[in-house]
């Protein structure tokens, strides 16, 4: 079943954005280190408030002495399939930025938002390079600030999987083989209004 059998768009637009979808089906293999800076970098470039550029990506690859601890502080059932990613990478945000007139700290109201749109960067990125991504919310979160050692005046916003992907979804527990397709979205009519909001 193709793509476009779950995705038809209402407007025209690029493919890449109906053609990234957020798969748990990992193939196990390895990735470059170029490959996992390409996919940073583009996330670099991501726009932001002030261009503060909130947004830290923290990383452990397969193998590497920290990945035990960045699977384990993922909820159980994320780890059923994630331990088949390549890579694994904490994004968090500064909550806060400098003055400028040297009286301190000021809260960023915009962190998560910036963060936001350095992982569609990534996750774009990843697409255009063949490569897969998925977001979770799932994880200990106060086990990943003490792992990886993140200080108070971050969020801890998701954890990403990155990998090749498994087109046979031969890794996946059957329970969620069934349900790793591509999903849809709202009509636009119920997510855009003129002039005032209009939405039930």
């Not at 476009?4 to 293999?29: K, M, N, Q």
């Not at 261009?51 to 990383?59: D, E, G, K, L, T």
């Not at 990403?160 to 527990?173: C, E, T, Y």
Request: charged share 25%.
């Amino acid at each position: 079943m193709s793509i476009h059998e779950h995705r038809r768009t209402e407007h025209e637009i690029d493919t890449l954005f109906v053609s990234r979808w957020s798969t748990r089906a990992f193939s196990g293999e390895e990735i470059t280190d170029a490959e996992l800076f390409s996919v940073l970098e583009a996330a670099r470039w991501a726009p932001s408030g002030g261009n503060v550029q909130p947004w830290r990506f923290i990383y452990a690859k397969r193998h590497s002495p920290a990945w035990p601890a960045f699977l384990g502080f993922l909820n159980e059932g994320n780890r059923r399939w994630a331990d088949k990613a390549a890579a694994l990478i904490l994004l968090t945000s500064r909550t806060t930025r400098d003055r400028g007139d040297g009286s301190g700290q000021q809260p960023l109201r915009s962190h998560s938002f910036d963060a936001g749109a350095a992982w569609s960067n990534l996750a774009h990125q990843a697409r255009l390079q063949g490569l897969s991504t998925r977001a979770i919310g799932g994880f200990d979160q106060d086990s990943a600030r003490r792992e990886v050692g993140v200080p108070p005046d971050h969020a801890l916003e998701i954890v990403i999987a990155l990998g090749r992907p498994d087109a046979n979804k031969s890794g996946l527990p059957d329970d969620l083989r069934e349900k790793d397709v591509p999903n849809d979205r709202l009509p636009l009519a119920a997510l855009v209004a003129a002039d005032r909001f209009s939405f039930a």
